[in-house]
Nanobody, 127 residues
Framework: QVQLVESGGELVQAGDSLRLSCAASGRAFSIYDMAWFRQAPGKQREFVATIKRIRGSTYYADFVKGRFTISSDNAKTTLYLQMNRLTPEDTAVYSC????????????????????WGQGTQVTVSS
């Protein structure tokens, strides 16, 4: 089993930056891909960014390209999401996810492709 715990969410102003963290424990070594998703009030959860932990390659949703950066530490046990130039539309609960289903050549951007989820951290951006 893998446990994921997010942190770093808070209330910020539009234009500010914020870095989210996701600490992986348990069988974290078994994870191939990790991702960030978010869910705004009244909306479905949506994909934000993903990273392939072995190769380090990344993929982003169009609405965050150039503003957000996904990364992990050298030990591959902590996932980060650096968020810059935040807008009120970025207000949501951000959750990290991981999967141990093995390597793929494509980027996993669907919720159903991830087996492990954190509890989420609230990011609120005021105008």
């Amino acid at each position: 089993q893998v446990q994921l715990v997010e942190s770093g969410g808070e209330l910020v102003q539009a234009g500010d930056s914020l870095r989210l963290s996701c600490a992986a424990s348990g069988r974290a070594f078994s994870i191939y891909d990790m991702a960030w998703f978010r869910q705004a009030p009244g909306k479905q959860r949506e994909f934000v960014a993903t990273i392939k932990r072995i190769r380090g390659s990344t993929y982003y949703a169009d609405f965050v390209k150039g503003r957000f950066t996904i990364s992990s530490d050298n030990a591959k046990t902590t996932l980060y999401l650096q968020m810059n130039r935040l807008t009120p539309e970025d207000t949501a609960v951000y959750s990290c996810a991981g999967t141990a289903r093995g390597h793929t050549v494509y980027y996993r951007i669907e919720e159903r492709e991830y087996d492990y989820w954190g509890q989420g951290t609230q990011v609120t951006v005021s105008s």
